[in-house]
């Protein structure tokens, strides 16, 4: 067997279309070579179209491995991928999205110099099929970043997406993707970690104009359901200041921060969608977020000023229309 990689990127894919060739290109051209590339086909209908594009590249390059699988969805997708890992660290992607060329020299630089479990940093919006313009970095010593012992409030653009998120393979087997857990993932990972470190610059373009996000999907009451169990619980980790050990805060400012954020996204996403006909799902899904509303607000006393202005209305509403209904 060839050496064992130092990183094993995983990229689930489904129905890719061409933008899965933009990704493999900006994975094979990372000034850090030592990689593995996971490519999981998760049962893509698109009339080979996806399987010609992986077949065209692992053709090229020996470190391309390919797994089929049924259609299960990205969570079991993104947790076989890990699970087959022969890399130290584990990096997942999505297919349409594109990467800074240094994103592993400077993760694995990171992870080195801060002895770290765990890398997160930021990424652009880069909508369509262009290649980003990118500006490589100069010395990785001058990036700012954030450890556990520096002021938390620095630390406010944690993203939650599993593509900002470079970790140790072992770390990643401890908490595997799935729609079933009760805590957020990156969450757990914020928990299990027993050393992170958070990196201000950007080292991902994503594509938001795909369709890949929640914003661009038709939510069921059962994913509602779940979501609303997420928020009551993350809020429930925010009051106890002595749940994970946190002086600097960053664990409750973070639950803070995603609560209110999934809390938007899902109002959001009602308001605009369009693809639901049925009355009685629609009807059920406002219903769910006013119960969320209201049992955040109200029952357990989240305060009214964390929120912005122009969604206290909309939120004001809800618990007028919903006053009456039980969770």
């Keep these: 067997m060839n050496e064992a990689p130092l990183v094993s990127i995983v990229i689930p894919v489904y129905n890719a279309g061409a933008l899965l060739g933009r990704m493999l290109d900006s994975v094979l051209a990372q000034t850090e070579q030592r990689f593995e590339v996971i ?5 893509s209908s698109d009339d080979g179209v996806t399987a010609k594009v992986i077949a065209e590249y692992a053709g090229k390059d020996s470190r391309i491995r390919v797994l089929q699988q049924s259609n299960q969805g990205p969570f079991v997708a993104r947790t076989r991928g890990v699970q087959v890992a022969r890399g130290e660290y584990v990096y997942v992607c999505d297919k349409d999205d594109y990467l800074h060329p240094q994103l592993l020299e400077y993760c694995l630089y990171a992870a080195k110099r801060y002895d770290v479990e765990f890398v997160a940093f930021r ?15 100069g010395d990785f010593g001058q990036v700012p970043v954030v450890t556990p012992e520096l002021d938390y409030l620095n630390a406010h653009w ?3 997406d599993c593509w900002v998120q470079f970790t140790t393979r072992d770390l990643a087997l401890k908490h595997p993707f799935s729609e079933e857990t009760s805590l957020p993932r990156p969450f757990a990972l914020l928990k299990l970690a027993q050393r992170w470190v958070l990196a ?13 996000s929640m914003m661009h999907k038709s939510v069921s009451p059962a994913k509602l359901r779940k979501m609303q169990r997420e928020m009551i619980l993350l809020w429930e980790l925010y009051a106890d200041e002595r749940a994970h050990g946190d002086p600097q805060g960053l664990w409750r400012f973070q639950c803070k921060r995603f609560l209110l954020t999934s809390l938007k996204q899902v109002l959001n996403m009602l308001r605009r969608d369009k693809a639901c006909q049925d009355p009685a799902i629609v009807h059920e899904r406002w219903r769910i977020l006013g119960q969320t509303v209201r049992e955040l607000f109200v029952k357990r006393k989240v305060p009214w000023r964390y929120v912005r202005c122009r969604y206290i209305l909309h939120y004001m509403y809800l618990l007028w229309k919903y006053s009456e209904e039980e969770i």
């Design 39 to 43: 490519v999981v086909d998760d049962g």
């Design 200 to 212: 201000d610059t950007v080292l991902y373009y994503y594509n938001p104009s795909v369709g890949n």
């Design 123 to 137: 990424y652009a919006n880069c909508a369509g099929d262009r290649i980003p313009d990118i500006k490589l970095l």
């Design 158 to 160: 944690f993203h939650t």
